[in-house]
């Protein structure tokens, strides 16, 4: 079904760049993926140019990087060059995160004369270094300044980036709650294949990352005060080599082996894989508008989540949960304790789904960006219209225009 008010034919295609490879697991990926697939029902095309994985079959818009050489400056330029060469087949560019590879996307699009977003996932953390951080400093006020129109993820986020911009538009992520709802049928096989009896289950799905918490999650697990509890967790994802650290050391992995199952990617099967989890588990030291969380809490299940601000938004919001102080890997394993001893209050399931419907539904945040590629394409044709090529002529018809479903 369309999302209402959306429109019913066009010839847009927008061109996505994702600082990923699409095969990794990811919330930014996810969210690309998702947007691209709703768009597809309203008759929009997409394109997705974003890094190669070493190992797979060449997808369309693969970049292939070289070596481990400046990656980010390598994507930046494939990224533009790609842009030129494909310039007849999208009218709008969508990068994400304010970083090298989207300052690359749209300042290309605006030399084509094509219209840019960027959308504002959260800060990527500083690195090590004066140069390098003097460097992702300046992409990421240039890549915002640049933009045509650029969003955020959350108020939080568009907060940090208003000295730079003061036109940020906030869209918050959607979860597409078909996929990710409770299954009692798959909840009851998942948890006999992975020997769960009646354990309370806690899952960890996300990047294996110091950023995401990882690191936190284990140390908790190995307290003395939860040695002798009855419960799991799930360690769902893949590391992140670049942010990972000693914190999944296999010495860590297996002082904490009788309470961990570890499972890996799991991304086809993520949504059975949450259903058969009780409280979805993100340490987080800093986060955007976390998807993962929101996947989680739309299968029912209540956030054990760091008391960052976004966190506790969506706990407060949600009328759920349980929060830790961030970065206390004692404080998580005493909150973590106090789930397993009390269990998880009858209402939370059905609460945490509701808030999702409320105010995470994939439907509404793809209205939201349709408007925006709306605005987009009509500007630009007015702009164009008044250009010197086109002295006193009146404002021609945007290739695309909207059409409401009604009702």
Not at 3 to 11: A, E, V
Not at 220 to 230: F, K
Not at 280 to 303: C, K, Q
Request: hydrophobic share 40%; aromatic share 6%; net charge positive.
């Amino acid at each position: 079904m369309e999302p209402r008010g959306t429109p019913m034919r066009s010839k847009l295609t927008i061109c996505f760049t994702l600082p990923y490879s699409r095969r990794k697991i990811t919330g930014i990926g996810r969210f690309v993926g998702d947007l691209a697939r709703k768009l597809e029902n309203t008759h929009i095309e997409s394109m997705i140019l974003a890094p190669w994985t070493s190992g797979t079959a060449s997808e369309d818009g693969s970049l292939r990087l070289l070596g481990t050489f400046v990656l980010n400056f390598q994507l930046a330029v494939l990224t533009a060059v790609r842009l030129f060469r494909v310039r007849r087949k999208f009218q709008i560019v969508h990068a994400q995160h304010a970083q090298i590879q989207s300052l690359a996307a749209c300042f290309a699009a605006r030399i084509l004369g094509k219209p840019s977003v960027i959308t504002l996932h959260g800060q990527v953390p500083d690195p090590s270094g004066r140069i390098r951080k003097a460097l992702k400093g300046l992409s990421e006020q240039f890549s915002v300044k640049t933009a045509t129109k650029v969003v955020a993820v959350s108020t939080f986020v568009a907060q940090q980036f208003s000295k730079d911009r003061g036109d940020i538009e906030v869209i918050e992520n959607g979860v597409d709650t078909k996929v990710f709802r409770p299954n009692a049928t798959k909840r009851a096989q998942v948890r006999s294949s992975l020997n769960l009896d009646t354990k309370l289950t806690f899952i960890f799905a996300a990047r294996w990352a110091k950023s995401k918490g990882i690191d936190l999650v284990l140390e908790a697990v190995r307290s003395p005060e939860l040695a002798s509890r009855h419960f799991v967790l799930l360690l769902a994802g893949e590391a992140d080599p670049t942010d990972v650290d000693d914190s999944l050391r296999t010495s860590d992995l297996l002082a904490a082996q009788s309470h961990l199952r570890i499972l890996g990617p799991v991304s086809e099967s993520l949504p059975d894989i949450l259903s058969a989890a009780d409280v979805f588990v993100l340490p987080s030291l800093h986060e955007g508008m976390p998807l993962g969380l929101l996947e989680g809490m739309a299968t029912g299940l209540p956030a054990l989540v760091s008391d960052i601000e976004v966190n506790r938004m969506i706990v407060e919001r949600s009328g759920c949960g349980w929060t830790f102080r961030s970065g206390d890997a004692v404080d998580l394993s005493n909150v973590m304790d106090e789930i397993v001893t009390k269990g998880v209050p009858a209402s939370f399931p059905a609460k945490a789904r509701a808030a999702v419907e409320r105010y995470h539904n994939l439907d509404d945040e793809v209205r939201h960006y349709l408007s925006v590629y709306e605005r987009l394409v009509r500007d630009s044709a007015a702009v164009q219209a008044a250009s010197p090529g086109n002295p006193g002529h009146p404002a021609r018809k945007p290739r695309w225009s909207r059409k409401s479903t009604g009702g």
